[in-house]
């Protein structure tokens, strides 16, 4: 039987004795050693929950990094954290960022280890996320390239060094997270697709792209509120990722405005669905999200469609995210039985 496979797109909450449960971008309360033991020992539970749930391809939980972006620009050189300047991000909101001072390279492997210990702990396939170039540029300061375009080009080069090394450790899907791509649409065409595909470079892992306008975050909460009953930013981007060489596309459906008509436009691609939202405790049917899966298959063939959450689940109660691995497991179970 065919089967819709199932997968988280981001995080899932952390454990109380490493950062405080339930909130973004949460401070480590471990350090030196015991930090890096105890990221290990993060993931292997995070990973223990989704193989429970039943999951079909299986993440490290983003349980080793603090945030999506910075985490990975930490182990760059030529961007200094201790210098920061505050930034509007996405267009959107003001925050503290690095400051980008010399050449950016990649001084060693990032989350090859982490990669590995996954690897381990999984005989099912295991998925990988990087940050994408255009959203890296976008959450910082550049005093050295003084071009957006040419420091995402120079990122891409980075991704792509530790893709090839995620590959080597045995990872099949390796995503990059791009949510500055709803935003920068003259930027996604000028340069934004070619850098994304440049680090997804020579990759036999399949490639994918998460897209999203943002969760967790009061400003992102506010844009959205300004965006009227339909969201169709995305309208401006699918026919570009359709000519792509991305393999797969990530994005949010559930209590999402975006129509889902417009996932006719990736009709080359892929789909990966999200069936649940993020941004409630609310758990979704088993039902509920199999009348979803329903609707996105009058627009996307159900041998091109996988299930993901919206977005990452970092602020979630624990007990809630594993209530929603488990339903979207469920529906996406009475889905197949349907459509196959
Ligand atoms: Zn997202």
Redesign the pocket.
Known sequence: MNKIETTI??SLPKPNWIASTGKLWSPWKLSADALELGKLSATQSAVQDQLKAGLSIITDGEQSRQHFVTTFIENLSGVNFKKRKIVRIRDRYDASVPTVVGPVSRKKPVFIKFAKFLRNLSSKPIKFSLPGPMTMVDTLYDNFYKSREKLAWRFAEVLNEEAKELEKAGVDYIQF?E?AFNVFFDEVRDWGIETLERAAKNLRSKTVV?I?Y??GIKANNDWKKTLGSEWRQYEKIFPLLNKSKIDQISL?CMNSKVPLDLLSLLKNKKILAGVIDVATNKVETPKKIFELIKKITHFVKPKQLSCCT???MITLPPKIAQRKMESMVQGAKLAERYLF
């Open positions: 797109s981001g997270d949510p998460h999203c943002g969760y949010e919206n977005c990452g």
